[in-house]
């Protein structure tokens, strides 16, 4: 099959790998040329070019730029395709690009690859990191159904669980567990970042060690992917952060009256909940 790629970083970098590992052929577009010699180099797609009409022989398109892009590059997709190819995306946020996408062009079905790494870039490209991670398909009811089964087909090849709901469904479940750690995270680093005697901030830096680096790290990802996740998933990136702010509040009042029981039960509850969402 001829699979296409637009947007040559991390995770275009590691669809390629993938794919060509298992007898697809891949043709990369990236902005700059010398990211398309490198991932040639790279052995992560067969050829390159700046230019879209690259594309045009590709059986899918899988597009991997940045979420405000998508759209616009589906459009422009659309006087490149012939009829019936499925374009797809990997943005981790769908009820904003799922509609009008698709009115652009009725073969797109949206995705979400939920793996990724703390690098970023094409250098930092691996095999196999969509492994027994989660596939989210958020077919709406305009979907064509062929082009979503290629998908899932393909997503299935890599290995991945598949999951299918609602772009709506998809929005408010990543807000929780994607969207909202990267604002709290942030706001974590802000906060330590004001403390006012610079002794004592000098020495918390010393002093951070492994509880700090994972309660921070995705606050310390790259700031263009969490702009936009707060500006494209804004409505439920606001009832996430409210209800976590309902719990601050009730944290700092539950310490400001020495209430230890409450602490202790919260966090009894939190020690097991925690096993809901991620195993070690």
Same mark, same amino acid.
């Given at each position: ?13 590691? $669809? ?13 577009? %990236? ?7 490198a991932a040639i180099a790279l052995n ?12 045009a022989p590709c059986d899918i398109v ?5 979420? +405000? ?11 490149? /395709? ?39 870039? $094409? ?34 090849? /890599? ?26 995270? %942030?706001?974590?680093? !802000? +906060? ?6 610079d002794k004592v901030l000098t020495l918390?830096?010393?002093? +951070? ?17 969490? /702009? ?5 998933? !804004?409505?439920?990136? /606001? ?42």
């Amino acid at each position: 099959m001829d699979i296409g790629i637009i947007g040559l970083g991390l995770i275009g970098g590691c $669809l390629g790998l993938d794919f060509k590992a298992l007898g697809h052929r891949v043709y990369g577009v %990236a902005r700059r040329s010398a990211t398309g010699e490198a991932a040639i180099a790279l052995n992560i797609v067969d050829q390159a070019s700046t230019d879209l009409n690259l594309l045009a022989p590709c059986d899918i398109v899988f597009i991997c730029t940045p979420i +405000a892009t998508i759209v616009p590059m589906v459009a422009q997709l659309a006087s490149v /395709l012939a009829s019936g190819t499925p374009i797809t995306d990997v943005g981790s946020v769908k009820a904003a690009i799922v509609e009008p996408a698709s009115k652009h062009w009725p073969y797109f079905v949206g995705g979400h690859p939920m793996s990724g790494k703390s690098e970023a870039g $094409l250098a930092a490209a691996d095999p196999h990191i969509f492994k027994d991670r989660p596939y989210v398909i958020t077919p709406i009811a305009d979907t064509d159904p062929k082009a979503a089964q290629l998908v899932e087909s393909l997503a299935a090849q /890599l290995g991945s669980s598949i999951y299918h709901c609602t772009p709506e469904d998809h929005d408010r479940a990543v807000a929780w567990i994607s969207h909202l750690p990267v604002m709290v995270s %942030a706001s974590l680093i !802000q +906060a330590a970042l004001q403390e006012p005697d610079d002794k004592v901030l000098t020495l918390a830096q010393q002093l +951070a060690s492994s509880g700090f680096r994972d309660t921070s790290r995705v606050g310390g990802g790259n700031p263009e992917l969490g /702009l936009m996740m707060a500006q494209y998933n !804004q409505t439920e990136v /606001l009832r996430a952060l409210k209800r976590y702010q309902y719990e601050i509040e009730l944290t700092i009042s539950q310490v400001e009256k020495s209430d230890w029981e409450a602490i202790a039960q919260k966090l009894k509850v939190t020690s097991v909940g925690r096993s809901q969402f991620v195993s070690e």
